[in-house]
C-alpha cells in the first residue's frame, strides 16, 4: 500500500515536471521568428513562382533558348525586386552553380549538402530554418529546397542530352557553367532567404 501510494506521488511529480518543463520551453520561444518565418515563407514562395511562371511561358512557346534567357536574365531582375526591403534578402543557390551570382555561402552549402543526403533516404523537407548570430545580429535563415523536375532536365540534365542550341547559348553566357548533371528528382538547390530579426 505505501508502495502504491509513493508511485502515484513519483508519477504526479514526474507529469508536473514535464508539464512545467513543455511550459517553460513554449514561453522560451523567441517572438521574433514567427512573423519573420512567415515573411521568409512568402519571399520563397513568391520568387518561385514568379520564376517558374517565365519559364513556362517560354517553355510553351516550345522555346528553350527563351527558358535560358529567362533564367539567365530575367529572373535575376525578379530576384532584384525582391530584394528591396532593409534587412531581408532572398536568392537562389546551389552546389552546381550557373551563375556566379547563385554560388552558396558557407552556410548554405552544408545544407545543401544535407538536403541532397535527406533527398536521398527520401526525408527531403519542405524547408528548413534557425537563427544566426550574422554581424552581431540575430539573423533567420531559411532554406526552401528545389527539386529538379522532367522539363527542368532540358537545360540541367545530363550535357549529351542538352539540344545543340541550349548548348550554345549557355557556352555563351556561362562558360564555366556547372549546373548539369542533374536528373528529375535531384535537389537542384534552394529559395535562401535571409532576414535581420528586430
Same mark, same amino acid.
Request: contains cysteine; proline residues 7%; aromatic residues 8%.
Given at each position: ?24 520551453? =513554449? +514561453? @522560451?520561444?523567441? #517572438?521574433?521568428?514567427?512573423? &519573420?518565418?512567415? /515573411?521568409?515563407? *512568402? ?16 517553355? =510553351? +512557346? @516550345?522555346?528553350? #533558348?527563351?527558358?535560358?534567357? &529567362?533564367?539567365? /536574365?530575367?529572373? *535575376? ?122
Amino acid at each position: 500500500m505505501k508502495r502504491a501510494f509513493l508511485l502515484v506521488v513519483l508519477l504526479s511529480f514526474l507529469s508536473c515536471s514535464l508539464l512545467a518543463f513543455s511550459k517553460a520551453q =513554449e +514561453k @522560451g520561444r523567441d #517572438p521574433r521568428v514567427e512573423p &519573420a518565418l512567415q /515573411e521568409a515563407r *512568402q519571399m520563397a514562395d513568391g520568387l518561385a513562382e514568379k520564376i517558374r511562371g517565365i519559364l513556362f511561358q517560354e517553355l =510553351e +512557346k @516550345g522555346s528553350f #533558348p527563351g527558358a535560358v534567357k &529567362a533564367c539567365s /536574365e530575367v529572373a *535575376q531582375d525578379i530576384t532584384r525586386q525582391f530584394n528591396t526591403r532593409p534587412g531581408h534578402f532572398v536568392r537562389r543557390v546551389s552546389l552546381k552553380n550557373r551563375s556566379p551570382w547563385n554560388a552558396p555561402d558557407g552556410y548554405e552549402a552544408k545544407k545543401l549538402e544535407e538536403f541532397d543526403r535527406l533527398q536521398a533516404e527520401k526525408k527531403l523537407p519542405k524547408e528548413l530554418y534557425e537563427v544566426q548570430k550574422e554581424g552581431g545580429k540575430d539573423t533567420l535563415r531559411y532554406l526552401k529546397p528545389l527539386v529538379a523536375l522532367p522539363l527542368c532536365i532540358t537545360c540541367h540534365g545530363p550535357k549529351e542530352k542538352i539540344p545543340e542550341p541550349v548548348q550554345a547559348i549557355l557556352k555563351e553566357k556561362y562558360p564555366e557553367d556547372r549546373a548539369t548533371g542533374y536528373r528529375a528528382g535531384d535537389v537542384r538547390g534552394a529559395i535562401t532567404v535571409k532576414i535581420d530579426l528586430p
